[in-house]
Each structure stands twice: as structure tokens, then as C-alpha cells.
């Protein structure tokens, strides 16, 4: 049997099973990771460790919804319209970002991977539009039934400088406490606030953040625990005090990274999420 005639076995079959996936990554440890998933009759799904651009606000995490019929069947129609089968695998080069597509059309299974700049970007544009679509819906929330569990940051300086960590979703969240490690943090392992001065021609008008003077002050018993829980809705002041920026104007951001996996008991009630990345905060002209 062709590929097109499983395909269409699958189109007018619904009982068969159909799925598939876009897997982006990029770093040696991967710093940077977004995954879309689509498979019949279960989910369709979104997760992210950390924006593509760095973007101020924007959240990381988890979100899902109940497969709709309407994408399976703009998937379906995509797919078969550009042939996803035939796509070659090409060369990545060290430290590339790369893209992986995975299929399968009932026991038909395939996948292929190349550079996030691939010379076929453009002929699987078509599939990638409807993955885009899914990940605008479940995340902006137009859509119903959408469970998540994001990672947000907020800077706020209507009363010193304070960093706040919050849960946007609808499950809890378990998250590496990065504050265990103050003092001796790395390039993965920090919670901050950085200021850059004004952009200017000779900086090629780029931000040049770094970070400022920071203390630990107690705040909340759970910030000593190596995995601390954010519950839905919940916004947790972070255990800092934070100097000023000794020169005028400029930018305020803030960021919180911690790649090591979350340790979650199993004795839960309710098992939370497990979060890791680098999440930013709106950035504040000052």
C-alpha cells in the first residue's frame, strides 16, 4: 500500500490511529526547546522551555486540549497536499538549531530532521501554519478546555525592585528552586534582575543587559526546599533585594532559569507538572 493510499485509509477511517509532531531544539546542553503534537483521538499539545527571541513576557510550559476533528482534518488535507513522506533528512551542523517532523499514519511511521533554517521550510509551511494555529489557540485561551501549567515572570518597581514568579495556568506546577544555589550560580542556573543602558548606533541599538547586585532576603519557607509548587493563579514574591541601577535611564528585565528537572513526590494528591527552563520578564524603561 502507498503512502497516499494509507493516508487515505486513515482520512476515512477514524478508529485508525494518526499523529504528528514538530520537535525544535537548540544547545549542547538544549537551552532552547518547543514541541507540537497532534494525535487523534487524544491531544493536541504545546510545550516550551524558553522564548525563540528571548521575548519579555511571554510564558513557558505546558498547554493541551482534547483533539478537535477540525485540525485533524486541516492536517490531513496539508499533509497529503505536500507529501510529508518524501522529505529527505539533511545534514545539521554542531550546536545548529534542528527540527524534527515524526508521523504516523496507521503504522505507517516516519520522520525526518534538518536545520530550523532548512532549505524544505518552505514546502512544509503549509502543515506548520495549522501546528502555529494550534499553539495560538491553546495559548492565548481563545480556545475551550485548554489545561496548562506556565511559567510566567514579573518584574515590579512601584516599591523597590521585586521579582515575582506566577502560574498562568490550570494545573500545579513543580519547579526547581534556582535560590538553593545562590552564590554560586551558572550560565543555566540563576534567578536576576539586569539593566542595560540605552541602545545606541555603536551597540548596533541591542540591549546589553547584565545583572544587579542582589542579596537573599527570607521570604517564604518553601524557597528552601529544592522543588518548591505554584499553584494555579498563584504569583510568589522571589527571596531578593535588589540595588538600583547607578546610572540614569535604560532598561529593567528580569529573569529566572533552572534547567534541572523538578523532583515531584509521588505521594501527591495531585500530581503537579514538572517545569523547567528560562522564563523573562517584560522588559521596564526606566
Not at 477514524?14 to 538544549?30: A, D, E, K, V, Y
Not at 530550523?116 to 509551511?125: C, D, F, H, M, T
Request: hydrophobic share 40%.
Amino acid at each position: 500500500m502507498t503512502p497516499e493510499d494509507q493516508l487515505e485509509l486513515v482520512r476515512c477511517t477514524p478508529s485508525l490511529p494518526f499523529s504528528l509532531s514538530r520537535r525544535s531544539s537548540c544547545g549542547t546542553p538544549i537551552l532552547w526547546l518547543e514541541e507540537i503534537e497532534y494525535t487523534r483521538g487524544r491531544w493536541q499539545s504545546y510545550k516550551t522551555i524558553r522564548s525563540l527571541v528571548d521575548e519579555g513576557g511571554a510564558g513557558i510550559g505546558v498547554w493541551r486540549q482534547r483533539a478537535t476533528p477540525e485540525a485533524e482534518a486541516e492536517l490531513l488535507d496539508a499533509v497529503s497536499r505536500i507529501g510529508i513522506w518524501r522529505f529527505p533528512a539533511e545534514p545539521i551542523e554542531p550546536g545548529e538549531a534542528e527540527t524534527t517532523w515524526s508521523y504516523n499514519f496507521a503504522g505507517f511511521r516516519g520522520a525526518f530532521h534538518g536545520p530550523e533554517a532548512s532549505l524544505v521550510r518552505e514546502a512544509i509551511a503549509p502543515v506548520e501554519v495549522i501546528m502555529r494555529r494550534l499553539v495560538y489557540w491553546m495559548q492565548s485561551g481563545a480556545a475551550e478546555g485548554i489545561e496548562s501549567a506556565s511559567l510566567h515572570c514579573e518584574l515590579v518597581t512601584s516599591d523597590g525592585i521585586q521579582m515575582y514568579v506566577e502560574n498562568h495556568g490550570t494545573h500545579l506546577a513543580a519547579i526547581s528552586n534556582p535560590f538553593l544555589h545562590f552564590g554560586s550560580w551558572d550560565d543555566t542556573t540563576y534567578a536576576r534582575v539586569e539593566w542595560a543602558p540605552p541602545p545606541t548606533e555603536s551597540s548596533g541599538f541591542e540591549l546589553a543587559y547584565q545583572a544587579l547586585p542582589m542579596t537573599l532576603q527570607p521570604v517564604e519557607a518553601r524557597w528552601s526546599e529544592p522543588t518548591f509548587l505554584l499553584y494555579p493563579g498563584e504569583r510568589l514574591l522571589a527571596p531578593i533585594r535588589c540595588a538600583p541601577p547607578t546610572r540614569l535611564g535604560g532598561f529593567l528585565r528580569a529573569v529566572f532559569s533552572n534547567y534541572a528537572q523538578p523532583v515531584v513526590q509521588k505521594s501527591q494528591a495531585t500530581a503537579p507538572v514538572a517545569l523547567r527552563g528560562r522564563v523573562f520578564s517584560a522588559e521596564i524603561e526606566l
